[in-house]
């Protein structure tokens, strides 16, 4: 079944295998944190990208003759079929990210993360395009198991709550594409654990960014609860990677794991960030009722098994302080800073 260069065959376990000549990407959600990073990388390997985009949380647009961008929505049918007929294979990234924008924009979140991504999933199925879904640890709800595997039963609070709101539309559609996996479509899954690096925002909530713009500023560091909820980071380098190779080598319908190893409790997180940058910032703990809502519940611990993708050859290159290294030494936040102070 060749098209556009992509010549794709698929066996009885419904591992998709190519011999890959110039493939044409649609990576949606590119200009955002992650999205950007994956365009960068798979177009250093030769592939050209189209990054499609609404702009509401991401304007990353990296300078490469291989990357282009078009301003557009998820939500919006035709527009998103019309993308993904050009394309061989899509990297769905475009959502509403995070526990913190879904409490408060939950209906815009439930059109991008839901609806749009299943006009995306259908658009590839239609057109006979792989599609290659980023979907988040969030689906495990509140486990407190020390490593968790891609089959573990999980609970979630209440469907009333919208702290939980983020994990179910992610799951939703990270359940419908392990059926379609099972029916032999081309959809590869990846269930990314907190992802951190150059270029992410601090403007919705995420813990490292956030930390690292009020140590800069020798301003109150806010952990939220007791700071006593651990959780592991992975270096986006290595996440971009790991894409990569679920795309190449794994199997449809077929969650994979991608996070870091190392677990660190989110007090010390704020300690580490606070000395690297001879920060003079307190540490102040914050209640979850005064941060979110009343009632609020966050899962204590987050842990990858990694086992899965590690079968496929993935090997992380990166340790979380590495990382952070290169995030406090990063022109881009200290920018991000300079703006929002
Ligand atoms: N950052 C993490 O730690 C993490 C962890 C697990 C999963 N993920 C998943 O990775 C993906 C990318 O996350 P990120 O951290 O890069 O966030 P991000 O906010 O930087 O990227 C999301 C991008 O999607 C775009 N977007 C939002 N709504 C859209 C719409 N309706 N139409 C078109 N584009 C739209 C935004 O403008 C943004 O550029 C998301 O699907 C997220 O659920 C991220």
Redesign the pocket.
């Given at each position: 079944m060749p098209f556009h260069g992509l010549h794709a065959t698929r066996g009885v376990s419904g591992r998709a295998s190519r011999s890959r000549s110039a493939v044409k990407i649609l990576i949606?959600?590119?200009?955002?944190?992650?999205?950007s990073h994956l365009a960068e990388h798979l177009a250093e390997g030769g592939d050209s990208i189209t990054c499609?985009?609404?702009?509401?949380?991401?304007?990353?647009l990296v300078r490469h003759p291989r990357i282009a961008y078009q301003e557009?929505?998820?939500?919006n049918v035709d527009a998103v079929t019309a993308m993904v007929r050009m394309t061989d294979v899509v990297y769905?990234?475009?959502?509403?990210?995070g526990v913190r924008y879904c409490i408060e924009c939950p209906d815009y979140a439930f059109?991008?993360?839901v609806v749009?991504a299943h006009n995306v999933l259908q658009a590839c199925l239609r057109h006979r395009k792989e599609f290659v879904y980023?979907?988040?640890?969030?689906v495990y709800g509140k486990t407190r198991r020390s490593r968790v595997s891609e089959d573990a039963d999980v609970t979630y609070g209440s469907v009333c709550r919208e702290e939980w709101f983020y994990s179910h539309y992610?799951g939703t559609i990270d359940g419908l594409l392990c059926w379609y996996g099972r029916c032999g479509k081309a959809v590869k899954i990846l269930?990314?654990?907190?992802?951190?690096g150059s270029r992410?925002?601090g403007a919705?909530g995420?813990v490292v960014p956030r930390f690292v713009g009020w140590a800069r500023r020798d301003r109150p560091i806010q952990v939220y609860g007791d700071g006593q909820q651990t959780r592991t980071f992975a270096d986006v380098r290595d996440v971009v990677r790991g894409i990569a190779l679920v795309q190449r080598s794994g199997h449809c319908g077929e969650p994979y794991n991608l996070g870091g190893t190392e677990e660190i409790r989110i007090i010390d997180l704020a300690r580490r960030i606070r000395k690297m940058l001879r920060s003079r910032s307190r540490i102040v703990c914050v209640p979850y009722e005064e941060a979110f809502v009343r009632g609020f519940e966050e899962t204590r611990r987050r842990r990858p098994n990694i086992a899965k993708i590690r079968s496929l050859g993935f090997v992380p290159r990166w340790c979380t302080d590495q990382t952070l290294e290169w995030i406090v030494g990063d022109g881009h936040l200290r920018l991000q800073d300079r703006q929002s102070s």
């Open positions: 949606t959600g590119g200009a955002g944190f992650i999205g499609l985009d609404n702009y509401r949380t991401g304007r990353n557009g929505d998820v939500r769905h990234l475009a959502a509403a990210v059109e991008t993360n749009g980023i979907s988040s640890s969030a992610k269930r990314v654990f907190n992802c951190i992410q925002s919705y995420m």
